[in-house]
């Protein structure tokens, strides 16, 4: 799964914040210009239709305002045209003493123009904040790139939802290397919101990646980040940025020859989950400090080995989900909700069920960024019998 914002939660707010986006759709087609075409028939029907003493053609002028808020440029400009015309035509049809005057006619003209202007003005915002999305992308892209199905031998789902409903990515980060001795995973969420703890997170993935896959040791893997987390507040303290940053991590091995266990390297991050389909159970927490601070108790963190048969699902989140509360301050019973996925251990699964316990839990206010990672290992291909 492509680790980005759920689409039902950002589709909606792109439509309403982005200007010039069309707001009303029917499936795929655009029927953003069927409200100001009904408010000018209503109108148009309305002003035929009333007395001389009161009439209501003056409320054309909506018409273009609403095109320029739902249309684009040359759907706003044709209902200008109609509004004005269709003053025009009404006021005419009256006798002289009901006649609006040209004090009204100007208004609708220039209510037209404005809308107009208005429209063109949304378009330019609209491809400004359309730029600045790709970039946005871009940057997420580098830091949290797609995991491909099937990496390392592990069947993999993954989600990142940010507390900004508008921003791409933070400080969260997760990955899966495939490696010639087993697949690694690395989940963390650096200290601190902001580009700053993007940066972070991008110089701990980078070094990830190149040390999960040349190094046979998970503990050097481990060292790898540490030193990468300490260069990398060495070059920010030379830019002149005195706030030092530390990440909150997990790193998994997964041996390419032993299938009953796994690697785990914790820094002081929140255990993973092992599901099975009787049981949920947590995997040691983090006893050592975050990446970036190891000198201050002489060394990193053990590499432990932790039982994980072949049919488990091995569950990674930071702390968007384990420290989710509701209205009244309480926090997530992710657990109770784990132990009700019953058979169903796919990472898929795992993953919607803890995506939609946190944003229930929560009812949609996240307070912190939140990764969730699921990976399991996948079944060994059975033999051709053709052999």
């Known amino acids: 799964m492509d ?18 986006e069309p707001a009303l759709r029917i499936g795929r087609l655009n029927v953003s210009w ?3 075409a009904a408010l000018l028939a209503a109108i148009a029907i309305g002003d035929w239709n009333s007395s001389g003493d009161f009439r209501i053609i003056t409320w054309i002028v909506l018409v273009p305002g609403i095109a320029a808020a739902l249309c684009g440029v040359a759907a706003t400009l044709i209902f ?6 269709t003053y025009v035509v ?12 040209p004090a009204d006619f100007l208004l609708v003209v220039a209510g037209a123009a404005l809308a107009v202007l208005a429209s063109w003005l949304s378009g330019r915002a609209r491809g400004h904040i359309r730029r600045v999305v790709n970039a946005a992308d871009a940057i997420r892209l580098t830091v949290l790139r797609p995991i491909p199905p ?22 969260d980060f997760f990955d899966v290397q495939p490696s010639p001795h087993g697949a690694r995973v690395l989940l963390g969420d650096v200290q601190g919101k902001g580009t700053g703890a993007v940066d972070a997170a991008a110089a701990l993935l980078s070094a990830f990646r190149e040390a999960a896959y040349y190094e046979s040791d998970l503990a050097v893997v481990a060292e790898r980040l540490e030193s990468r987390m ?3 507040n060495g070059y920010m303290a030379e830019l002149g940025q005195r706030d030092e940053r530390f990440a909150t991590a997990v790193l998994v091995g997964f041996p390419a020859t032993v299938t009953d266990c796994v690697e785990l390297v ?48 091995l569950l990674l989140v930071t702390d968007g989900v384990t420290e989710a509360r509701d209205g009244n301050g309480a926090f997530l019973p992710l657990a109770e909700h784990l132990r009700r996925v019953g058979d169903d251990l796919a990472p898929q699964s795992v993953v919607t069920r803890v ?21 399991r290992r996948m079944p060994p291909c059975p033999a051709d019998p053709a052999r």
């Open 3 to 20: 680790p980005t914002l759920t689409p039902r939660r950002t589709t909606w707010l792109r439509r309403v914040l982005i200007p010039g």
């Open 34 to 36: 069927v409200l100001p």
């Open 80 to 85: 200008g045209v109609l509004s004005v015309v």
């Open 90 to 101: 009404l006021d005419n049809a009256w006798e002289y003493s009901y006649q609006k005057g």
């Open 150 to 171: 099937g990496a390392g031998g592990l069947d993999t789902a993954s989600l990142y939802l940010t507390a900004d409903i508008e921003t791409r990515v933070g400080g």
């Open 230 to 232: 300490r260069r990398h």
């Open 266 to 313: 914790n820094f002081g991050h929140g255990g993973p989950l092992a599901l099975t389909p009787s049981d949920v159970r947590s995997l040691p927490e983090g006893t050592g400090v975050p990446l970036g601070l190891a000198g201050l108790i002489g060394g990193l963190p053990p590499v432990l080995r932790v039982p994980f048969g072949t049919g488990e699902t």
């Open 355 to 375: 995506e939609v316990a946190v944003l229930a839990h929560t009812r949609g206010r996240l307070a912190d960024d939140t990764a969730i990672l699921a990976v």
